[in-house]
């Protein structure tokens, strides 16, 4: 049975993960993505929005935890945004657990966990390699504030995130998402590459 190699793929906000991911889904090749799964536990799962609710009670109403309204609270009090990744990551790693264990179950060469706080959160370690994807300062503000992002919510996660500079060093491979052709090439090259060797 071949081993799975997880890639992990990160980014700073804004950078081109979810674009990026995406073009691997269209290679057929499975993709984890914890800020879904985040938003996913936010309706679905009772615990983790009852918690919320104690350290945030504005930001949670009869559908879950309200991601704007959270985002106005942390931004009221940065302090919390520690214990809020207390009570969301273990949560999430159990739903990265059991799409890791279905990949090894179905025997797949390759998986992608897009994970923003990659080496925040020392998932660098246990992944088998890491790619970057990065373009200028510019182009990541002009992006997220395009998106509809206050300039004062992408100041307050950029400053939480570790540098470009230093995920671009600490990165196995990185890509540029200047256009999106060339990012389709190299994430075609980097699948040719990873599923060959393992
Ligand atoms: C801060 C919140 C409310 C913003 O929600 P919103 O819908 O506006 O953005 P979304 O969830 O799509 O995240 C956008 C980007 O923000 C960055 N980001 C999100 N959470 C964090 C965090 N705790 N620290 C640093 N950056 C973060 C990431 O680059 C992410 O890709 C939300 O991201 C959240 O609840 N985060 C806490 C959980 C967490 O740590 N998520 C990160 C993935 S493990
Ligand atoms: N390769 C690319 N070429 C041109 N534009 C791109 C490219 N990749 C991403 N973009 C644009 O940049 C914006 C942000 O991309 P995306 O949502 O993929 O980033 P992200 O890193 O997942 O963001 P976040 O950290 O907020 O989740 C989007 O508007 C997208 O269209």
């Given at each position: 049975?071949?081993?799975?190699?997880?890639?992990?793929?990160?980014?700073?906000?804004?950078?081109?993960?979810?674009?990026?991911?995406n073009?691997?889904r269209d290679?057929?090749?499975?993709v984890?993505?914890?800020?879904?799964?985040?938003?996913?536990?936010?309706?679905?799962?009772?615990?983790?929005?009852?918690?919320?609710?104690?350290?945030?009670?504005?930001?949670?109403?009869?559908?879950?935890?309200?991601?704007?309204?959270?985002?106005?609270?942390?931004?009221?009090?940065?302090?919390?945004?520690?214990?809020?990744?207390?009570?969301?990551?273990?949560?999430?790693?159990?739903?990265?657990?059991?799409?890791?264990?279905?990949?090894?179950?179905?025997?797949?060469?390759?998986?992608?966990?897009?994970?923003?706080?990659?080496?925040?959160?020392?998932?660098?370690?246990?992944?088998?390699?890491?790619?970057?994807?990065?373009?200028?300062?510019?182009?990541?503000?002009?992006?997220?504030?395009?998106?509809?992002?206050?300039?004062?919510?992408?100041?307050?996660?950029?400053?939480?995130?570790?540098?470009?500079?230093?995920?671009?060093?600490?990165?196995?491979?990185?890509?540029?998402?200047?256009?999106?052709?060339?990012?389709?090439?190299?994430?075609?090259?980097?699948?040719?590459?990873?599923?060959?060797?393992?």
């Amino acid at each position: 049975m071949s081993k799975l190699y997880v890639l992990g793929l990160t980014g700073s906000i804004g950078m081109g993960k979810t674009t990026t991911a995406n073009m691997f889904r269209d290679a057929q090749i499975a993709v984890w993505d914890a800020d879904a799964a985040v938003h996913e536990l936010y309706t679905t799962h009772t615990d983790t929005i009852e918690k919320i609710a104690e350290l945030a009670p504005i930001a949670v109403d009869g559908d879950g935890v309200n991601r704007d309204r959270l985002r106005n609270v942390l931004q009221a009090d940065k302090s919390l945004f520690a214990k809020l990744e207390q009570i969301v990551h273990p949560a999430i790693r159990m739903h990265r657990d059991a799409f890791l264990t279905k990949c090894r179950e179905l025997s797949l060469s390759l998986a992608v966990v897009d994970i923003p706080l990659l080496f925040e959160t020392g998932a660098d370690e246990w992944v088998d390699g890491v790619l970057v994807v990065s373009t200028s300062a510019d182009n990541q503000r002009a992006r997220v504030l395009k998106r509809g992002m206050d300039e004062k919510s992408f100041e307050m996660i950029l400053f939480r995130q570790t540098p470009d500079a230093e995920k671009r060093a600490r990165a196995d491979f990185v890509i540029e998402t200047n256009s999106l052709e060339h990012v389709r090439t190299e994430v075609h090259k980097l699948i040719e590459q990873l599923t060959k060797e393992h």
